[in-house]
Protein backbone atom coordinates (compact mmCIF):
# COMPACT_ATOMS: atom_id res chain seq x y z
CA UNK A 1 0.00 0.00 0.00
CA UNK A 2 1.02 3.96 -0.45
CA UNK A 3 2.68 5.62 2.11
CA UNK A 4 2.73 9.40 0.55
CA UNK A 5 0.56 11.28 -1.53
CA UNK A 6 1.77 13.82 -3.81
CA UNK A 7 -0.75 16.25 -5.11
CA UNK A 8 0.18 18.52 -8.73
CA UNK A 9 -1.27 20.32 -11.58
CA UNK A 10 -3.92 18.91 -13.33
CA UNK A 11 -2.80 17.39 -16.91
CA UNK A 12 -0.85 14.52 -18.39
CA UNK A 13 2.40 17.36 -18.76
CA UNK A 14 2.62 18.17 -15.39
CA UNK A 15 2.48 14.41 -14.29
CA UNK A 16 5.37 12.96 -16.34
CA UNK A 17 7.24 17.00 -15.52
CA UNK A 18 6.09 15.61 -11.45
CA UNK A 19 6.55 11.91 -12.00
CA UNK A 20 10.10 12.66 -13.22
CA UNK A 21 10.95 15.60 -10.29
CA UNK A 22 10.07 12.47 -8.19
CA UNK A 23 12.59 9.95 -9.73
CA UNK A 24 15.32 12.48 -9.92
CA UNK A 25 14.91 13.31 -5.93
CA UNK A 26 14.05 9.82 -4.54
CA UNK A 27 15.67 7.39 -7.22
CA UNK A 28 14.69 4.14 -6.24
CA UNK A 29 13.46 5.11 -2.78
CA UNK A 30 10.15 5.42 -3.97
CA UNK A 31 7.74 4.16 -6.76
CA UNK A 32 4.43 5.34 -8.04
CA UNK A 33 1.95 2.70 -7.19
CA UNK A 34 -0.98 4.49 -9.14
CA UNK A 35 -2.22 7.51 -10.28
CA UNK A 36 -5.90 9.93 -11.42
CA UNK A 37 -6.31 13.07 -11.48
CA UNK A 38 -3.81 15.13 -10.29
CA UNK A 39 -3.02 12.61 -6.78
CA UNK A 40 0.00 10.26 -7.26
CA UNK A 41 0.50 7.47 -4.47
CA UNK A 42 3.76 6.57 -4.06
CA UNK A 43 5.51 3.80 -1.52
CA UNK A 44 8.52 4.70 -0.33
CA UNK A 45 10.96 3.36 1.63
CA UNK A 46 11.78 4.10 5.62
CA UNK A 47 9.85 6.76 7.42
CA UNK A 48 7.22 8.89 4.77
CA UNK A 49 7.68 12.32 6.62
CA UNK A 50 11.40 12.23 6.20
CA UNK A 51 10.35 11.75 2.91
CA UNK A 52 8.06 14.03 2.57
CA UNK A 53 10.11 16.69 4.44
CA UNK A 54 12.90 16.25 1.95
CA UNK A 55 10.99 16.53 -1.65
CA UNK A 56 9.12 19.99 0.47
CA UNK A 57 12.76 21.09 0.78
CA UNK A 58 14.21 20.29 -2.76
CA UNK A 59 11.05 21.64 -4.49
CA UNK A 60 9.60 24.43 -2.35
CA UNK A 61 9.98 27.70 -4.05
CA UNK A 62 8.57 27.04 -7.85
CA UNK A 63 9.42 25.22 -10.57
CA UNK A 64 7.26 22.49 -9.97
CA UNK A 65 4.00 21.09 -11.17
CA UNK A 66 4.22 19.29 -6.92
CA UNK A 67 1.37 21.37 -4.77
CA UNK A 68 1.58 19.19 -1.68
CA UNK A 69 3.34 15.99 -0.92
CA UNK A 70 1.63 14.85 2.13
CA UNK A 71 3.13 11.32 4.66
CA UNK A 72 0.39 8.78 5.03
CA UNK A 73 0.60 6.89 8.29
CA UNK A 74 -2.34 4.34 8.21
CA UNK A 75 -4.06 3.56 5.06
CA UNK A 76 -7.88 1.61 6.09
CA UNK A 77 -10.98 1.01 4.00
CA UNK A 78 -13.49 4.53 4.60
CA UNK A 79 -15.76 3.50 7.13
CA UNK A 80 -15.90 5.63 10.22
CA UNK A 81 -15.24 3.12 12.69
CA UNK A 82 -12.22 1.66 11.02
CA UNK A 83 -11.07 5.44 11.04
CA UNK A 84 -11.60 5.45 14.79
CA UNK A 85 -9.50 2.92 15.68
CA UNK A 86 -6.96 4.57 14.03
CA UNK A 87 -7.13 7.53 15.24
CA UNK A 88 -7.49 6.47 18.86
CA UNK A 89 -4.17 5.05 18.56
CA UNK A 90 -2.45 8.13 16.94
CA UNK A 91 -3.82 10.36 18.93
CA UNK A 92 -1.75 9.46 22.07
CA UNK A 93 1.19 10.87 20.29
CA UNK A 94 -0.18 14.21 21.01
CA UNK A 95 1.57 15.99 24.22
CA UNK A 96 -1.44 16.62 26.77
CA UNK A 97 -1.05 20.48 26.21
CA UNK A 98 -0.66 20.45 22.03
CA UNK A 99 -3.84 21.66 20.34
CA UNK A 100 -4.91 19.97 16.86
CA UNK A 101 -7.45 19.84 14.21
CA UNK A 102 -9.39 17.18 12.37
CA UNK A 103 -9.44 17.28 8.27
CA UNK A 104 -11.01 15.35 6.25
CA UNK A 105 -11.15 15.60 2.49
CA UNK A 106 -14.08 13.15 1.21
CA UNK A 107 -16.78 11.72 2.53
CA UNK A 108 -16.49 8.44 5.35
CA UNK A 109 -19.30 5.71 5.44
CA UNK A 110 -20.90 4.22 7.98
CA UNK A 111 -23.16 1.05 8.42
CA UNK A 112 -27.17 1.47 9.75
CA UNK A 113 -28.42 -1.20 11.06
CA UNK A 114 -29.33 -3.30 8.16
CA UNK A 115 -26.21 -3.33 6.70
CA UNK A 116 -26.61 -0.54 4.26
CA UNK A 117 -23.59 1.18 3.60
CA UNK A 118 -24.43 4.95 4.32
CA UNK A 119 -22.00 8.35 2.51
CA UNK A 120 -21.73 10.31 5.94
CA UNK A 121 -21.74 14.17 5.96
CA UNK A 122 -18.06 15.47 6.63
CA UNK A 123 -18.69 17.74 9.54
CA UNK A 124 -20.70 14.39 11.40
CA UNK A 125 -17.34 12.52 10.69
CA UNK A 126 -15.54 15.08 12.22
CA UNK A 127 -17.49 15.51 15.24
CA UNK A 128 -17.57 11.47 15.71
CA UNK A 129 -13.93 11.12 15.56
CA UNK A 130 -12.73 14.43 17.98
CA UNK A 131 -14.54 12.73 20.52
CA UNK A 132 -11.87 9.90 20.55
CA UNK A 133 -9.15 13.21 21.28
CA UNK A 134 -8.56 13.80 24.46
CA UNK A 135 -6.77 17.21 23.27
CA UNK A 136 -7.71 21.04 22.80
CA UNK A 137 -9.08 21.70 19.73
CA UNK A 138 -7.88 24.78 17.90
CA UNK A 139 -9.31 24.99 14.19
CA UNK A 140 -7.10 27.73 13.30
CA UNK A 141 -3.80 27.88 14.81
CA UNK A 142 -3.39 23.48 15.70
CA UNK A 143 -0.21 22.20 16.81
CA UNK A 144 -0.68 19.16 15.00
CA UNK A 145 -3.50 18.36 12.28
CA UNK A 146 -5.25 14.55 11.91
CA UNK A 147 -5.64 14.50 8.37
CA UNK A 148 -7.98 11.76 6.83
CA UNK A 149 -8.27 12.17 2.37
CA UNK A 150 -10.50 9.68 0.56
CA UNK A 151 -8.51 8.17 -2.48
CA UNK A 152 -9.02 5.17 -4.91
CA UNK A 153 -6.43 3.37 -4.91
CA UNK A 154 -8.26 0.87 -8.36
CA UNK A 155 -11.09 1.30 -10.43
CA UNK A 156 -13.71 2.26 -8.02
CA UNK A 157 -11.95 0.94 -4.78
CA UNK A 158 -11.72 4.17 -2.25
CA UNK A 159 -9.64 3.81 0.77
CA UNK A 160 -8.96 6.32 3.43
CA UNK A 161 -5.09 7.78 4.25
CA UNK A 162 -4.86 8.65 7.45
CA UNK A 163 -1.93 11.25 9.18
CA UNK A 164 -1.16 12.74 12.47
CA UNK A 165 0.83 15.67 10.63
CA UNK A 166 2.28 19.16 11.89
CA UNK A 167 0.47 21.85 10.07
CA UNK A 168 3.60 22.91 7.61
CA UNK A 169 3.05 19.14 6.05
CA UNK A 170 0.30 20.21 4.40
CA UNK A 171 1.65 23.32 3.08
CA UNK A 172 1.62 24.45 -0.77
CA UNK A 173 4.69 24.33 -1.76
CA UNK A 174 4.26 27.67 -4.10
CA UNK A 175 3.88 29.17 -0.86
CA UNK A 176 7.43 28.09 0.90
CA UNK A 177 9.00 30.97 -1.45
CA UNK A 178 6.92 33.89 0.49
CA UNK A 179 7.36 31.97 4.01
CA UNK A 180 11.11 31.72 3.13
CA UNK A 181 11.10 28.38 4.82
CA UNK A 182 9.86 24.98 4.94
CA UNK A 183 9.17 24.05 8.27
CA UNK A 184 11.27 21.87 10.65
CA UNK A 185 10.48 17.72 10.62
CA UNK A 186 8.13 15.82 11.80
CA UNK A 187 7.71 15.34 15.51
CA UNK A 188 9.35 18.37 16.40
Do not use: C
Amino acid sequence: MFNLIVIHEPGPDNWRWARNQLRQILGTEGKILTSYQSVMLYLVEGDPHRVASKLRESLGGGGTPIIRVIPVDYVVDPYLDEVIEVVKSIATKIPQNESFRITLQGHLMSVDSEGRKIIMHSIDSIREIAKYIDRPVNLENPDWVVFIKIVKVMRGKRVAAVSLLKPHELINLRDLTQAGEVGGEAGE
